[in-house]
């Protein structure tokens, strides 16, 4: 007699799907709807291919006309350096050719007269005659501007301009300049300074100053103008506290030259 409580057997169970006729584990169910999916997205197809990656193109945005660009700059760079490099060796060998020197200046004579020192003012002549030499043996020299001053210390008490000359190759020129000034203001130190350099010693030591533009010549090529600048110092001219005249004492004197 059959047990009214036992479960039928060959019947799938309540809310189970019906066996798979060809053997096989039905696939799991569809998730409900609303459901997050258990699973990692799959990557986009392009996620192994950077060369086609939209954001990757755009870090590295190298086209044709920025090397073209870039190449043409890298030539004018090099056509610079090169013409850099051509222009100092030129410029290297003619100086090894010509070896250009500095004029030399040399004061011969200097004198003062009619020297009046009163009240912080100062009234006198002075006369200069001094010798520039051309050391060049390829190369002459033109003066163009040529300005002369005298300086007690820092002080300038006159100044005057000298006419324009030339010097050919190893010449020796002469040149004579006269400066003048008559009631001129010199401060309260370099005043008293004077005074007690002529009353201890017998004379006062003046400085001449001399600013020239020159050019320098050989043959077809020409430097470009330069400002040739001029330094004597300390010429002492014997004028005692009685005497108003005086001249430069120790004979003549080598002046400092450069540009």
């Known amino acids: 007699m059959t047990d009214p409580n036992r479960p039928v057997t060959g019947y799938p169970a309540t809310g189970q799907p019906p066996p798979n006729p060809n053997g096989y584990p039905q696939p799991p169910p569809p998730p409900p709807s609303g459901t997050a999916y258990p699973y ?15 954001y990757y193109q755009q870090q590295h945005p190298y086209t044709a006309v920025e090397h073209q660009r870039t190449t043409f700059l890298r030539r004018i760079i090099a056509i610079a350096i090169a013409a850099i490099i051509i222009t100092g060796t030129f410029i290297f060998i003619l100086w090894l050719i010509l070896r250009p020197k500095l004029p030399e200046f040399r004061i011969d004579s200097f004198s003062v007269s ?9 009234t006198a002549n002075w006369d200069i005659r001094f010798t520039v030499r051309n050391p060049n043996k390829k190369m002459t020299i033109y003066y163009d501007d040529v300005a002369a001053g005298v300086f007690y210390d820092y002080v300038s008490l006159a100044d005057t301009t000298i006419a324009p000359f030339y010097q050919d190759k190893k010449a020796e020129t002469i040149e004579k300049a006269s400066l003048a000034t008559a009631g001129a203001y010199v401060d309260n130190r370099a005043f008293d300074q004077m005074n007690k350099e002529r009353v201890r010693r017998g004379a006062i030591g003046f400085n001449v100053r001399m600013l020239a533009r020159v050019r320098f010549k050989a043959g077809g090529w020409r ?9 004597c110092k300390d010429l002492a001219v014997g004028v005692g506290s009685n005497n108003s005249t005086g001249n430069l004492t120790g004979g003549s004197r080598q002046c400092r030259v450069g540009f």
């Not at 990692?40 to 939209?54: F, R």
């Not at 009619?114 to 100062?122: A, G, P, R, T």
């Open 223 to 231: 430097a470009r103008r330069r400002f040739l600048r001029v330094y």
């Open 40 to 54: 990692v997205a799959a990557p986009p197809a392009y996620y192994h291919h950077n060369d086609h990656h939209p």
């Open 114 to 122: 009619k020297l009046n020192l009163n009240n912080s003012l100062i």
